[in-house]
């Protein structure tokens, strides 16, 4: 079984060349962001503890995860408490083939 942020395997390979086949201007996404980023976009805002139970994903992780896509922009804090949304950058971060979390 593959790290939780393992690359998705079903991304374009990197060529020797460069960066043939990806979007210069889209952050590479982990397939944990993939799934966070997602459930947000599909139910709103949300709990990390809540993003880490309803995603399968341990609650650690969620908090290094969401803190990363923070720094990056992607997703940001919406109360004094840990509840997150993801921004219209973390949506456009999303590829297109990336499933809608409640499919």
């Known amino acids: 079984m593959a790290a939780p942020d393992a690359q998705s395997t079903d991304r374009p390979a ?3 060349s460069g960066d043939e086949g990806l979007d210069p201007d889209r952050p590479t996404l982990t397939r944990s962001d993939e799934r966070v980023l997602s459930y947000l976009a599909d139910v709103g805002a949300d709990y990390q503890a809540f ?8 609650d650690d992780h969620v908090e290094s995860r969401l803190t990363a896509l923070a720094d ?4 940001e804090r919406v109360s004094s408490e840990a509840v997150y ?5 973390g949506r456009g971060a999303l590829r297109d083939d990336c499933p809608r979390w409640s499919d």
């Open 51 to 58: 993003i880490a139970g309803n995603t399968g994903l341990y």
């Open 85 to 89: 949304r993801v921004t219209d950058a």
């Open 14 to 16: 990197r060529s020797e």
């Open 72 to 75: 990056a922009g992607l997703v």
